[in-house]
Nanobody
Framework: QVQLVESGGGLVQAGGSLRLSCAAS????????VGWFRQAPGKEREFVSA????????NYADSVRGRFTISRDNAKNTVYLQTSNLKPEDTAVYFC???????????????WGQGTQVSVSS
């Protein structure tokens, strides 16, 4: 079965950083666009960032642009989200996903990870 397993979440003070990782298995990783979504309590799941297959086109939500960096290592079947200058409003469960065109509004999500909690204190 396809599995996406997130790690790297935790508690951090505002202004701090975390590096989230998502390890994929059971799929041809390099053929998929991969990305990150998050869901805060009482809110809908929202797009955070994604990177395309091949040349690695990236996109970011306005709320994180300039603070977060997405990258992928196809040899390791892993996608990363490097966060910086974290804010309390970044507190959420972060999910990785794989599909097609995730970096565009026309994205199709085939697979989800289980999520990792990021908590940012003020």
């Amino acid at each position: 079965q396809v599995q996406l397993v997130e790690s790297g979440g935790g508690l951090v003070q505002a202004g701090g950083s975390l590096r989230l990782s998502c390890a994929a298995s059971g799929l041809s990783f390099s053929r998929y666009s991969v990305g990150w979504f998050r869901q805060a309590p009482g809110k809908e799941r929202e797009f955070v960032s994604a990177v395309s297959r091949y040349f690695g086109r990236t996109n970011y939500a306005d709320s994180v642009r300039g603070r977060f960096t997405i990258s992928r290592d196809n040899a390791k079947n892993t996608v990363y989200l490097q966060t910086s200058n974290l804010k309390p409003e970044d507190t959420a469960v972060y999910f990785c996903a794989a599909g097609f065109d995730l970096e565009t509004p026309s994205r199709l999500i085939n697979y989800w990870g289980q999520g990792t909690q990021v908590s940012v204190s003020s």
